[in-house]
């Protein structure tokens, strides 16, 4: 299976800063990696699919990038609401989907 | 409103089965492909695997081989997940998602609407 390797694993940062979780994968995934936000208590949210594309009603400070085994999400301006734990996920279809362990955000 | 409804929190002892079902509401319920998730206390997210509404057909990870079944129900618009010889480290949440992409090509696993999870704690 395709492991995938998120770091950091925890974060704390004021509002507005510029964060930034990275998602390294053990060998190609191309194009497909997609970012999800879980909270507790709530259905988790996809935030970014096929490594950079917005999914629709997610707010634009959220960014995608990266190409093969290095990706990249981004928050521009962290806000209140972005608190929660990050997963980067592989589609990569010819092998079983696999999911970081998880980037925890805190609010400073 | 688009939405996915899981049923309620189990608690299970070794070598029991449980079962937890997923009604869709909102779309077309043959449209899309199911996903399971689950997440162990701790841990990251654990693919399951993925049904087919349409084909009633699935593709499970092999981790689960042999003791994990998905069926639907389209007069209830339902998924379930059966889970069987549970054990300890079975304990988690069991989260319904379904993909972006619909049943007549292959699945996007781009899992865009989440189900609200459901507590299966396994203990003696």
């Known amino acids: 299976d395709i492991q995938l390797t998120q770091s950091p694993s925890s974060l704390s940062a004021s509002i507005g800063d510029r964060v930034t979780i990275t998602c390294r994968a053990n060998q190609t995934v191309v194009i497909y990696i997609n970012w999800y936000l879980f909270k507790p208590g709530q259905a988790p949210k996809l935030l970014i699919y096929t490594s950079k594309y917005l999914q629709s009603g997610v707010p634009s400070r959220f960014s995608g990038s990266g190409y093969g085994t290095d990706f990249t999400l981004t928050i521009s301006s962290l806000q209140p609401e972005d608190f929660g734990t990050y997963f980067c996920q592989h589609g990569f279809s010819v092998h079983p989907l696999t999911f970081g362990r998880g980037t925890k955000v805190e609010i400073k | 409103q688009e939405q996915l409804v899981q049923s309620g929190a189990e608690v299970k002892k070794p070598g029991a089965s449980v079962k937890v079902s997923c009604q869709a509401s909102?779309?077309?319920?043959?449209?899309?492909?199911v996903h399971w998730v689950r997440q162990a206390p701790g841990q990251g997210p654990e693919w399951m695997g993925v049904f087919n509404p349409n084909e009633n057909t699935t593709n499970l990870s092999q981790r689960f081989q042999g003791r994990l079944t998905m069926s639907g129900d389209m007069a209830t618009t339902t998924v379930t997940m059966e889970l069987s010889g549970l054990r300890s480290d079975d304990t988690g949440l069991y989260y319904c998602?379904?993909?972006?992409?619909?049943?007549?090509?292959?699945?996007?696993?781009?899992?865009?609407?989440w189900g609200q999870g459901t507590l299966v704690t396994v203990s003696s």
């Open positions: 909102g779309y077309t319920f043959t449209k899309f492909y």
């Open positions: 998602a379904r993909d972006k992409r619909i049943t007549a090509t292959a699945p996007a696993n781009e899992l865009d609407l």
